[in-house]
């Protein structure tokens, strides 16, 4: 039997490749102590591993995530994916205490490296196959969000459209108030000044035609008793 099985050989990946996906692998130790295992890639910055470090307990299995963090676009039909991950397990037959696998990692490969176990695990990127996730999605993903967004605008807008139309009216009717308070408080301040001037103007337009009756009056009188002085003149000399 073997101590501890490491599976798939080869991890599937399906399109599209330019989103992320996951696949899994494996660790399943049948020994009588604790194992430790880390994960190694020939392409970091493409994949993401969780646990990439961790231990696995007698008689137990832990399933490992790989997940492919999406190229930046699709591959060509004749693309040969070369990438890989090593596993490599070593004894813990004590405990780590406080110390992470990946920090107890360096002991337990001095202590227990002639133990090690390690496997290599190929990627494989299945072109030929129909993109199965992007059939899936439009499918069952679009219908609850499209119940979601149609119910919170009706509720939006049956409870918060009464509260603009009372805080407008209340905002009108104060601006209408002021723009109204204020020309009938000029006008009114204003008006008399205006009547004074008017009376004024008035007098004063009504007594000048009687002082230039007067004077026309005496100046006729004057020149009649000039005519008659002179008569009288004439006729005693």
Same mark, same amino acid.
Request: glycine residues 2%.
């Given at each position: 039997?073997?101590?501890? &099985?490491?599976? /798939? &050989?080869?991890?599937?990946?399906?399109?599209?490749?330019? $989103? !992320?996906?996951?696949?899994?692998?494996?660790?399943?130790?049948?020994? $009588?102590?604790?194992?430790?295992?880390?994960?190694?890639?020939?392409?970091?910055?493409?994949?993401?591993?969780?646990?990439?470090? @961790?231990?696995?307990?007698?008689?137990?299995?832990?399933?490992?995530?790989?997940?492919?963090?999406?190229?930046?676009?699709?591959?060509?039909?004749?693309?040969?994916?070369?990438?890989?991950?090593?596993?490599?397990?070593?004894?813990?037959?004590?405990?780590?205490?406080?110390?992470?696998?990946?920090? @107890?990692?360096?002991?337990?490969?001095?202590?227990?490296?002639?133990?090690?176990?390690?496997?290599?695990?190929?990627?494989?990127?299945?072109?030929?196959?129909?993109?199965?996730?992007?059939?899936?999605?439009? !499918?069952?993903?679009?219908?609850?969000?499209? &119940?979601?967004?149609? $119910?919170?605008?009706?509720?939006?807008?049956?409870?918060?459209? /009464?509260?603009?139309?009372?805080?407008? $009216?209340?905002?009108?009717?104060?601006? &209408?108030?002021?723009?109204?308070?204020?020309?009938?408080?000029?006008?009114?301040?204003?008006?008399?000044?205006?009547?004074?001037?008017?009376?004024?103007?008035?007098?004063?337009?009504?007594?000048?035609?009687?002082?230039? !009756?007067?004077?026309?009056?005496?100046?006729?009188?004057?020149?009649?008793?000039?005519?008659?002085?002179?008569?009288?003149?004439?006729?005693?000399?």
């Amino acid at each position: 039997m073997v101590l501890v &099985d490491i599976s /798939p &050989d080869v991890l599937e990946y399906k399109p599209p490749f330019t $989103e !992320q996906s996951t696949e899994y692998a494996t660790i399943t130790n049948n020994s $009588e102590q604790p194992v430790a295992f880390k994960v190694k890639t020939t392409a970091p910055k493409f994949y993401c591993v969780r646990p990439n470090a @961790a231990v696995v307990k007698p008689g137990e299995s832990v399933q490992v995530q790989v997940i492919l963090l999406g190229l930046t676009k699709e591959p060509t039909a004749d693309f040969k994916c070369r990438d890989k991950f090593l596993v490599i397990t070593l004894p813990a037959p004590y405990d780590l205490g406080e110390k992470t696998v990946a920090d @107890a990692w360096p002991e337990l490969e001095t202590e227990f490296k002639q133990q090690a176990v390690s496997k290599k695990i190929k990627v494989k990127y299945l072109l030929d196959q129909e993109p199965a996730v992007a059939q899936a999605v439009p !499918q069952q993903v679009p219908e609850p969000v499209e &119940d979601h967004r149609e $119910e919170i605008p009706i509720t939006a807008k049956s409870e918060a459209a /009464p509260v603009p139309t009372l805080e407008t $009216e209340q905002v009108k009717k104060s601006v &209408d108030e002021k723009k109204i308070s204020k020309p009938v408080e000029e006008f009114t301040s204003s008006e008399p000044e205006r009547v004074t001037t008017r009376e004024s103007t008035s007098s004063n337009t009504k007594t000048e035609p009687v002082s230039a !009756q007067e004077g026309s009056l005496n100046s006729t009188a004057l020149i009649l008793i000039a005519i008659i002085a002179l008569v009288l003149g004439w006729l005693y000399y």
